[in-house]
């Protein structure tokens, strides 16, 4: 079966501008969360969708955004792009809403790495 | 969700035992602690995770303190693969997010 998939693998943007990240997560999972990862720092949470609606986000502004589809693939938006935007954007897919059992299911993507010029 | 510390980097010999330390003073009873890995330009990958009780599978061992307040990560002989970024994340079982701090850089060395 296929792992986490995401797309693009990289992008260039320059300031001001918007980004769509994409995310399918494994076959029969329903849940995916996002994350930022900044170089030389460990992924920061954004946002989590089970069963398209959000059930957790973190500090980020409101310029990010996210949504989960019918098929439970996901996007991440980020409009008006800073230069500290900059980043690996790491997408995860588990089974189920998380938990103890959820962790240990949490399948994470290779990434997306976005630079703002 | 309770705050991990972990010394920023350690480096192992090939073939012998890689223990990874973790400090989680804050924990609460219902808080566990998990064991990721991220090896360079790869997204993180689950180790183990644990309560109160030691844990071990096929990648790891895991070490908790009776008083829950340390941990330790162990892998048992090392190969230059396990070189990677490990990380000590608590959370409850009813969490909604994992936590990264900022890891210890493990290297593996020949």
């Known amino acids: 079966d296929a792992g986490v998939t995401q797309s693009p693998t990289h992008l260039i943007k320059t300031r001001g501008q918007h980004v769509t990240l994409r995310c399918s997560p494994i076959?029969?999972?329903?849940?995916v969360s996002w994350y930022q990862q900044v170089l030389g720092q460990g992924p920061q949470f954004i946002f989590q969708?089970?069963?398209?609606?959000?059930?957790g986000r973190g500090n980020f502004p409101d310029r990010f955004s996210a949504r989960q589809f019918p098929n439970y693939s996901s996007e991440l938006n980020v409009n008006a792009l800073l230069l500290g935007d900059s980043a690996l954007y790491l997408c995860?897919?588990?089974?189920?809403?998380?938990?103890?059992?959820?962790?240990?299911?949490?399948?994470f993507g290779p990434g997306t790495r976005l630079t703002v010029l | 969700d309770a705050k991990t510390t972990q010394p920023p980097s350690m480096d192992c010999a090939e073939g012998r035992a890689a223990n990874l330390p973790c400090n989680h003073s804050?924990?609460?009873?219902?808080?566990?602690v998990y064991w990721y890995r991220q090896i360079h330009s790869q997204g993180p990958q689950y180790i183990i995770h644990?309560?109160?009780n030691n844990e071990t599978n096929e990648m790891a061992s895991l070490i908790i303190t009776e008083d829950r307040k340390s941990s330790t990560l162990i892998l048992p002989h090392a190969t230059l693969r396990d070189t990677a970024v490990y990380y000590c994340?608590?959370?409850?079982?009813?969490?909604?997010?994992?936590?990264f701090g900022e890891g210890t850089q493990l290297t593996v060395n020949p």
């Open positions: 994340i608590v959370m409850e079982t009813s969490g909604s997010r994992l936590t």
């Open positions: 804050t924990i609460s009873g219902n808080e566990y």
């Open positions: 644990g309560l109160k």
């Open positions: 969708y089970y069963e398209k609606e959000e059930r």
């Open positions: 076959s029969g999972h329903k849940s």
């Open positions: 995860a897919s588990s089974l189920d809403r998380w938990g103890g059992r959820g962790l240990k299911e949490q399948f």
